[in-house]
């Protein structure tokens, strides 16, 4: 089994990252590859609404952006776990980051291709906007048919400087749970 941890933020190392790590790490401890991919210095223009992916739903990709979309949605096509991440700017998800989404969940379609795939958010910020960026985050797993645990609170940790969040052990204590869940139904689904 393959997980694909993706960092919407900018900031390289920074608190986003952290706690992916963490994420991946408890994974890791059950058996699962994990791959973090960050979309710091990337570019994911949004979409253009041109309907092209909606006429050639088979060919599974975007062809009217010259961007580096398309190698990352193929890594998340080819996961089993997707797991986002993301500082909260100015009350939401990074912009590389939900153009990333959108764009995969119009290329993924008719029926998702992300479909029964297991997947989760989480968000760190300084002081507040963690609810609402997860919630903004959480409904594009939720519109994937995607299948989403939870854990003992909220995903969410706070800091601002790099590092800040290692500071935050109630948000390490959450996401350890997440993965943990994670792991137990990966292994569950496929066992039957």
Request: glycine fraction near 10%; charge should be positive; include cysteine.
């Amino acid at each position: 089994m393959k997980a694909l941890l993706i960092s919407g933020s900018q900031r390289k190392g920074g608190n986003t990252e952290i706690m992916l790590q963490g994420c991946a790490k408890e994974l890791e401890a059950h058996d699962i590859g994990t791959e973090i991919l960050s979309l710091s210095g990337k570019r994911i223009k949004g979409c253009t609404g041109c309907g092209w992916c909606r006429e050639n739903q088979q060919e599974k990709r975007c062809v009217m952006q010259d961007d580096d979309f398309l190698p990352i949605f193929q890594k998340m096509l080819t996961a089993d776990i997707i797991v986002v991440g993301s500082p909260v700017y100015f009350g939401s998800a990074t912009p590389e980051l939900m153009a990333l989404l959108d764009r995969a969940g119009y290329v993924g379609r008719p029926i998702s291709a992300f479909s029964r795939k297991l997947g989760g958010a989480l968000t760190v910020a300084r002081r507040a906007g963690q609810n609402f960026t997860l919630a903004q985050l959480m409904y594009w797993f939720l519109l994937n048919d995607m299948i989403v645990p939870g854990s003992t609170y909220w995903n969410i940790g706070f800091g601002a400087a790099k590092g800040d969040v290692e500071q935050d052990t109630e948000s390490a204590k959450v996401i350890t749970r997440f993965a943990e869940n994670l792991a137990w139904l990966a292994h569950k689904i496929h066992t039957t």
